[in-house]
Nanobody, 130 residues
C-alpha cells in the first residue's frame, strides 16, 4: 500500500518559517514528479513547488515554483522524502498543503513497479497569523 504522509504544518507568525515533509511508504526507484500543492478555503488547489525528474527523458532534474513561492520556498528531496522549506511566511500562505508524487518504486522481487498514477497525501494545515 503506497502512502504519502505529510508533516510539519502548524501555526506560525508572519515572517516565520516552517519545514514540511512528505514521506513515501515505499522505497522509490525514481520519480517522474513530486510536488507540493495547497488549497485555502474557497480556493482551488494550486501548485506551490515541484521537482520534475529528467531521468526518463535524459534531461536534467528541474524545480518549478509558483510565483508566490519564488524566493521564499525551497523544495528538496532525500530518497523517499520530499521537503518544502517555507520562509518569510505571509497570512496568504495559510492553507492545507498536500504533496503529490508520480514515481516508480521497488517491489519485493527487487524490480520496480510503475502504477502510472499520482499519489496524494492527506494534507497538513499551515496557518500564518498576522
Amino acid at each position: 500500500q503506497v502512502q504519502l504522509v505529510e508533516s510539519g504544518g502548524g501555526l506560525v507568525q508572519t515572517g516565520g518559517s516552517l519545514r514540511l515533509s512528505c514521506e513515501a511508504s515505499v522505497s522509490i526507484f525514481d520519480i517522474n514528479t513530486w510536488g507540493w500543492y495547497r488549497q485555502a478555503p474557497g480556493n482551488q488547489r494550486e501548485l506551490v513547488a515541484e521537482i520534475r525528474s529528467g531521468a526518463r527523458r535524459n534531461s536534467p532534474e528541474r524545480t518549478n515554483y509558483a510565483d508566490s513561492a519564488k524566493g521564499r520556498f525551497t523544495i528538496s528531496r532525500d530518497k523517499n522524502t520530499v521537503y518544502l522549506q517555507m520562509n518569510s511566511l505571509k497570512p496568504e500562505d495559510s492553507a492545507t498543503y498536500y504533496c503529490s508524487a508520480d514515481f516508480r518504486f521497488y517491489v519485493e522481487s527487487g524490480t520496480y513497479y510503475y502504477p502510472n498514477r499520482d499519489w496524494w497525501g492527506q494534507g497538513t494545515q499551515v496557518t500564518v497569523s498576522s
